[in-house]
């Protein structure tokens, strides 16, 4: 759908099936906007939690009108007027160029990622963007969001109690009319209203109890980073690119829309719940102008759905080495 066309070299193992090559971008396509950054290092998986169903990554870099491959696609797609009038509109009103604010914001690498089996759930959805000073980010994100909503200071909605002795505020970010320019873009569904920083990484839901969750999750490290199927997973791929989109076998399933109970999709149903997932990948080699792409799905049938948890306790300083199992001299246990 996003290329004229495709040029794949299939190979297979025991554990995975992968594909790489080149497309050459049709001109509607987000591939020409993409293939006009520059490749950098994915590690953002290690802040998505590791029972996170799907997600969607970009690296930074020139993004908006200051990207020439951006606006050729917004112009191919019929977006570059409304797109340049709602800008001006914008200046009008609050003498701000708002898509240059949000350029200063979402400077990062970015994420959507959802616990359920869409990104677009409003419930279980949660932007990431981690940057390379979060304290100048979160000041542009409170600033835009005053100017936004004619206020001094960003308003505080709550704040989640990490230890005895720490609390992390909520804060307020966009309303569900603001115009976010690129990042609409960029993703299908962009979640807004509510945001929380740690240490280096913005957290933007729409829903209190998913930015819980990922702090929650982040603060365990338990995160795809740290999981040891993901990590076996990604090894196809480049550690540099432009794009990235994960979904587990369950949201596989749920594309391939195999819902009857007939014996063949039955059969169809088990094989591909027998694999971690699949990836691809949007990156470049060297000065080409044709995105390289991979593609990998990996065979795990006898992994864990969810790493079961015996015990958990939250620490209020960082830990210098892994837990260790020791035996109850009393009991044996």
Same mark, same amino acid.
């Given at each position: 759908?996003?290329?004229?066309?495709?040029?794949?070299?299939?190979?297979?193992?025991?554990?995975?099936?992968?594909?790489?090559?080149?497309?050459?971008?049709?001109?509607?396509?987000?591939?020409?906007?993409?293939?006009?950054?520059?490749?950098?290092?994915?590690?953002?998986?290690?802040?998505?939690?590791?029972?996170?169903?799907?997600?969607?990554?970009?690296?930074?870099?020139?993004?908006?009108?200051?990207?020439?491959?951006?606006?050729?696609?917004?112009?191919?797609?019929?977006?570059?007027?409304?797109?340049?009038?709602?800008?001006?509109?914008?200046?009008?009103?609050?003498?701000?160029?708002?898509?240059?604010?949000?350029?200063?914001?979402?400077?990062?690498?970015?994420?959507?990622?959802?616990?359920?089996?869409?990104?677009?759930?409003?419930?279980?959805?949660?932007?990431?963007?981690?940057?390379?000073?979060?304290?100048?980010?979160?000041?542009?994100?409170?600033?835009?969001?005053?100017?936004?909503?004619?206020?001094?200071?960003?308003?505080?909605?709550?704040?989640?109690?990490?230890?005895?002795?720490?609390?992390?505020?909520?804060?307020?970010?966009?309303?569900?009319?603001?115009?976010?320019?690129?990042?609409?873009?960029?993703?299908?569904?962009?979640?807004?209203?509510?945001?929380?920083?740690?240490?280096?990484?913005?957290?933007?839901?729409?829903?209190?109890?998913?930015?819980?969750?990922?702090?929650?999750?982040?603060?365990?490290?338990?995160?795809?980073?740290?999981?040891?199927?993901?990590?076996?997973?990604?090894?196809?791929?480049?550690?540099?690119?432009?794009?990235?989109?994960?979904?587990?076998?369950?949201?596989?399933?749920?594309?391939?829309?195999?819902?009857?109970?007939?014996?063949?999709?039955?059969?169809?149903?088990?094989?591909?719940?027998?694999?971690?997932?699949?990836?691809?990948?949007?990156?470049?080699?060297?000065?080409?102008?044709?995105?390289?792409?991979?593609?990998?799905?990996?065979?795990?049938?006898?992994?864990?759905?969810?790493?079961?948890?015996?015990?958990?306790?939250?620490?209020?300083?960082?830990?210098?080495?892994?837990?260790?199992?020791?035996? @109850?001299? @009393?009991?044996?246990?």
């Amino acid at each position: 759908k996003m290329a004229k066309w495709v040029e794949l070299d299939l190979s297979f193992d025991k554990k995975s099936l992968s594909a790489n090559g080149f497309a050459s971008s049709s001109n509607n396509s987000q591939l020409i906007a993409l293939a006009a950054n520059k490749p950098m290092r994915f590690d953002i998986d290690k802040y998505i939690p590791s029972d996170a169903k799907i997600f969607i990554s970009y690296v930074a870099g020139n993004r908006g009108l200051s990207n020439e491959a951006f606006v050729h696609q917004l112009a191919q797609n019929g977006h570059q007027v409304s797109y340049r009038a709602r800008q001006e509109e914008l200046f009008k009103q609050y003498n701000v160029d708002i898509e240059d604010r949000l350029s200063q914001i979402f400077n990062g690498d970015l994420a959507l990622f959802s616990t359920s089996n869409t990104i677009a759930d409003s419930t279980n959805t949660c932007l990431i963007v981690v940057s390379d000073n979060a304290t100048i980010t979160q000041a542009s994100l409170n600033d835009l969001s005053c100017t936004l909503h004619n206020i001094e200071i960003p308003r505080q909605v709550g704040e989640i109690k990490t230890t005895p002795d720490m609390t992390i505020p909520i804060y307020e970010a966009f309303d569900s009319d603001d115009e976010l320019f690129f990042l609409n873009e960029l993703f299908s569904y962009v979640p807004r209203k509510y945001y929380i920083r740690y240490e280096n990484t913005i957290f933007i839901a729409d829903n209190i109890k998913m930015l819980e969750h990922a702090l929650y999750e982040n603060q365990l490290s338990r995160t795809l980073g740290n999981d040891a199927d993901f990590r076996n997973f990604r090894t196809p791929y480049s550690e540099e690119n432009i794009c990235f989109l994960f979904m587990n076998s369950d949201v596989m399933l749920r594309y391939a829309k195999l819902h009857s109970t007939s014996e063949d999709d039955l059969k169809l149903q088990h094989a591909v719940g027998n694999f971690y997932g699949m990836g691809i990948q949007i990156s470049a080699l060297g000065g080409l102008k044709l995105p390289y792409i991979s593609l990998s799905i990996h065979h795990e049938p006898d992994r864990l759905q969810m790493p079961p948890t015996a015990w958990q306790s939250r620490v209020d300083t960082t830990l210098i080495g892994r837990p260790w199992g020791v035996i @109850n001299h @009393n009991t044996g246990e």
